[in-house]
C-alpha cells in the first residue's frame, strides 16, 4: 500500500474538524503510515444564497468527493453521515462510522433562551424542513426563515439581526468547541432529530480491501448499527434531509428501539410512532415502521410535498424561455447560474477562462508556514481564498490561521468564501478593484510597519502591494492562475453560430478575447451581448463591437439586474 493514504473532505470549518478527527484514529492506530487532507468543494458549498428545499439534496455535498475517489484522487471520504443518500452510486460503499456525537438539535439564543420562551415576534432561523415543521406544530404561528452558509456565517446573520434564535444540530456547535452558543438542547420528544444526525462517516471505495481494513480499525459498531436502521426508514421513505421526516433510535442490552415521524411542511399533518424488537432485526423493524406510517397517510403527505414543484411556477418568471449564455470561468461560489435561472431562465456555461493552482514555488510555500510573521493577509477574490486554504492545507495539513493575522478581503463574495473556512474579516473593502481597495484600506486602518502577505492571481497587477508597500512590507503569492481554455464546447458554439440563443455574457477582457479566438469574425458582428461592466464594455468597443447591455454594478448582482432591467425595457 501507498504509504500517503488521503482522506477527502468539504473545506469548511465543521468539516475540515471530521476529516482531521479521522485522520488522528487512523494515525493513532496505524502510525507507520501517513495520512494526508484533501480539500476538494461540493454543490452544496457552491450554492449558498439559495434554500436547500429548491435545488435537491440527494448528493448535494458528497458527489464531487464520490469523483475523487473514483479518479483516484483520495482515498477515502468523511461525511456528516446524514448528508450522504441512502442509496450509494455503483462503486463506493459505507465503510465505517465513528462513535455518535450529540444527536439533538440545538437552540441557539444571544440571550440564553429556550424554546419555551420564543412567542410568534421571534424570527426563527433554520435550514430544514424537518425542523421547520416540528416547530410549526409546536406553534403554527411562529416565524421561520431560512438561512443558510457555515455555523460561523449563521451566527454573525443572526447577531446582526437576520433573525432572533436559530435551531441547528448540536454535534456541529459542540465540536467546534462553540458550545457557548448553545443555549438549549432540545429534547427529542419536542424536535426529533434528522436520520443518523451526529454520526462521522467514511465513504471508500468498493473492492478496495486495504482501505476498508484501514478505516474498520475506527469503526464504532453500535452506531453503525443504529444509523442502518435510521437510513434504512429514510430508505424506505424514498426520502432526503429536505422532506420532513425524521427519526432516532436507540439500544439497550439487546433490545432497539426507533421513533419516526411524517410531516407536512406546516406541521399540520403529522404522523409518528415507534417500534421495539432484537437488535438483530434493527433494519427490518425500521423499514416496517416507514411502511406503516406511509400507510396511515404518509403516502399522501409525501406526494403532496413532491407535487409542490417550483419548476411549474417558471412560466411566470420575467426570463422565462430566455437562453443565457456565460463565459466566466467555472468557478467555486458562482451564483450566477442560480440567480438566472431564479428568474426563469436557462443558462449554458460556455467558459472562456480557466482557474487552476499555481505552482507555488519553494519559497512562497515557506511564507504560508510563517504564517504567523504577517500582521495582515489579503484577498481579492474568492479564487484567492479557495486556492490559498487549500496550498494552506497542503503545506501544513489544516486550515487554521494564527490568532495575531488579521484578514482583509474585497467585496462580499470574498468575505463569504473567507467565513466558509471559519473566519471573519478584519477588513472588507468595497466591490472595487486594487487600486480602490489599498484606498480604503489605508484611509481606514493606516498601517505603519506592517508585514503584510497578498494571496492573488497570477494575472493581478502591482497596484495593491506598490499602494501597501509605501509604509510597509509587502509579500505575493499567486495562489492561483487564469489562462485560456484548450477548447470551447462545440455544441454551444454552434447554437451561437445558429442565432439559437438570446444574451451571451462576457465577465472580463479576457473572456471576449478568448472568445473571439474560438469563432469566426464574421459572428462576431451579430453577437448579442451583455457586459458585466464598463472595463469589459471598453474592451468589446476596442474590437469593434457594442453591447446590447452594460451592468451598473461589476458583480454577479449587478449583472443580473442588468439583464432583468435589459428584458423589461423590450
Given amino acids: 500500500m501507498d504509504q500517503t493514504i488521503r482522506i477527502g473532505t468539504r473545506g469548511s470549518q465543521l468539516a475540515l474538524y471530521q476529516a482531521n478527527v479521522v485522520k488522528e484514529e487512523l494515525a493513532r492506530k496505524f502510525p507507520e503510515l501517513l495520512f494526508q487532507i484533501v480539500v476538494i468543494k461540493t454543490k452544496g458549498d457552491k450554492?449558498?444564497?439559495?434554500?436547500?428545499?429548491?435545488?435537491?439534496?440527494?448528493?448535494?455535498?458528497?458527489?464531487?468527493?464520490?469523483?475523487?475517489?473514483?479518479?483516484?484522487?483520495?482515498?477515502?471520504?468523511?461525511?456528516?453521515?446524514?448528508?450522504?443518500?441512502?442509496?450509494?452510486?455503483?462503486?463506493?460503499?459505507?465503510?465505517?462510522?465513528?462513535?455518535?456525537?450529540?444527536?439533538?438539535?440545538?437552540?441557539?439564543s444571544s440571550?440564553?433562551?429556550?424554546?419555551?420562551?420564543?412567542?410568534?415576534?421571534?424570527i426563527i432561523?433554520?435550514?430544514?424542513?424537518?425542523?421547520?415543521?416540528?416547530?410549526?406544530?409546536?406553534?403554527?404561528?411562529?416565524?421561520?426563515?431560512?438561512?443558510?452558509?457555515?455555523?460561523?456565517?449563521?451566527?454573525?446573520?443572526?447577531?446582526?439581526?437576520?433573525?432572533?434564535?436559530?435551531?441547528?444540530?448540536?454535534?456541529?456547535?459542540?465540536?467546534?468547541?462553540?458550545?457557548?452558543?448553545?443555549?438549549?438542547?432540545?429534547?427529542?420528544?419536542?424536535?426529533?432529530?434528522?436520520?443518523?444526525?451526529?454520526?462521522?462517516?467514511?465513504?471508500?471505495?468498493?473492492n478496495d480491501p486495504e482501505i476498508s481494513k484501514l478505516v474498520d480499525a475506527i469503526n464504532d459498531k453500535e452506531t453503525l448499527l443504529a444509523t442502518d436502521a435510521e437510513r434504512a426508514f429514510l430508505r424506505t421513505l424514498e426520502g432526503g434531509c429536505q422532506i420532513p421526516v425524521g427519526s432516532y433510535s436507540s439500544i439497550v442490552g439487546d433490545q432497539f428501539e426507533?421513533?419516526?415521524?411524517?410531516?407536512?411542511?406546516?406541521?399540520?399533518?403529522?404522523?409518528?410512532?415507534?417500534?421495539?424488537?432484537?437488535?438483530?432485526?434493527?433494519?427490518?423493524?425500521?423499514?416496517?415502521?416507514?411502511?406503516?406510517?406511509?400507510?396511515?397517510?404518509?403516502?399522501?403527505?409525501?406526494?403532496?410535498?413532491?407535487?409542490?414543484?417550483?419548476?411549474?411556477?417558471?412560466?411566470?418568471?420575467?426570463?422565462?424561455?430566455?437562453?443565457?449564455?456565460?463565459?466566466?470561468?467555472?468557478?467555486?461560489?458562482?451564483?450566477?447560474?442560480?440567480?438566472?435561472?431564479?428568474?426563469?431562465a436557462t443558462l449554458l456555461s460556455l467558459p472562456m477562462i480557466e482557474i487552476k493552482p499555481s505552482n507555488v514555488p519553494p519559497g512562497d510555500i515557506e511564507k504560508i508556514k510563517q504564517l504567523s510573521s504577517y500582521d495582515w493577509l489579503f484577498f481579492t477574490s474568492r479564487n484567492g481564498v479557495a486556492n490559498f486554504f487549500k496550498l494552506l492545507i497542503d503545506s501544513t495539513g489544516n486550515s487554521e490561521l494564527p490568532a495575531s493575522l488579521q484578514v482583509a478581503v474585497v467585496g462580499s463574495k470574498t468575505s463569504s468564501e473567507l467565513e466558509y473556512y471559519g473566519y471573519k474579516p478584519a477588513f472588507t473593502g468595497k466591490e472595487h478593484g486594487s487600486a480602490e481597495m489599498a484606498a480604503e484600506f489605508l484611509a481606514s486602518i493606516n498601517p505603519q510597519n506592517k508585514k503584510i502577505l497578498l494571496s492573488l492571481g497570477n494575472l493581478a497587477d502591482d497596484s495593491l502591494k506598490n499602494a501597501l508597500g509605501i509604509n510597509n512590507q509587502v509579500d505575493r503569492i499567486d495562489v492561483y492562475e487564469t489562462c485560456q481554455p484548450k477548447s470551447a464546447d462545440p455544441m454551444v458554439i454552434k447554437q451561437i453560430s445558429d442565432g439559437n440563443y438570446d444574451l451571451i455574457l462576457f465577465t472580463s477582457p479576457s473572456t471576449f478575447h478568448h472568445f473571439s479566438s474560438f469563432v469566426d469574425t464574421g459572428l462576431l458582428g451579430d453577437l448579442k451581448i451583455g457586459s458585466i461592466g464598463t472595463t469589459t464594455s471598453k474592451a468589446i468597443r476596442e474590437a469593434g463591437f457594442e453591447p446590447l447591455m452594460t451592468a451598473k454594478m461589476s458583480n454577479t448582482e449587478g449583472l443580473t439586474e442588468a439583464i432583468l432591467h435589459f428584458y423589461k425595457q423590450q
Avoid: W
Avoid at 435545488?55 to 461525511?79: C, R, Y
Fill in 47 to 108: 450554492i449558498l444564497d439559495v434554500p436547500l428545499s429548491k435545488i435537491g439534496d440527494k448528493g448535494l455535498f458528497t458527489k464531487e468527493l464520490e469523483v475523487a475517489m473514483f479518479d483516484n484522487e483520495i482515498d477515502m471520504a468523511v461525511h456528516s453521515l446524514k448528508d450522504l443518500p441512502t442509496r450509494f452510486p455503483e462503486g463506493v460503499v459505507l465503510g465505517a462510522v465513528l462513535k455518535r456525537g450529540e444527536v439533538r438539535d440545538a437552540l441557539i
Fill in 258 to 344: 426507533i421513533t419516526g415521524f411524517i410531516s407536512s411542511i406546516n406541521g399540520a399533518e403529522f404522523i409518528q410512532d415507534k417500534a421495539v424488537g432484537p437488535i438483530s432485526q434493527a433494519v427490518g423493524l425500521s423499514e416496517k415502521l416507514a411502511e406503516d406510517l406511509l400507510s396511515r397517510g404518509g403516502r399522501e403527505i409525501l406526494k403532496a410535498i413532491r407535487l409542490d414543484d417550483p419548476f411549474e411556477k417558471r412560466k411566470e418568471l420575467p426570463l422565462y424561455g430566455k437562453t443565457i449564455i456565460s463565459t466566466r470561468a467555472l468557478e467555486t461560489g458562482d451564483t450566477l447560474p442560480d440567480l438566472l435561472s431564479a428568474q426563469g
Fill in 125 to 206: 432561523a433554520t435550514s430544514s424542513l424537518r425542523r421547520k415543521a416540528q416547530l410549526l406544530r409546536l406553534n403554527k404561528d411562529f416565524n421561520i426563515v431560512e438561512i443558510r452558509g457555515n455555523v460561523n456565517t449563521r451566527i454573525r446573520k443572526m447577531e446582526e439581526g437576520y433573525c432572533t434564535v436559530m435551531v441547528m444540530a448540536g454535534a456541529g456547535l459542540q465540536r467546534l468547541g462553540m458550545d457557548q452558543y448553545i443555549s438549549e438542547l432540545i429534547d427529542i420528544d419536542l424536535v426529533i432529530p434528522a436520520c443518523s444526525q451526529g454520526a462521522i462517516a467514511i465513504e471508500i471505495r468498493e
Fill in 111 to 122: 440571550t440564553k433562551r429556550t424554546l419555551k420562551d420564543l412567542t410568534i415576534s421571534d
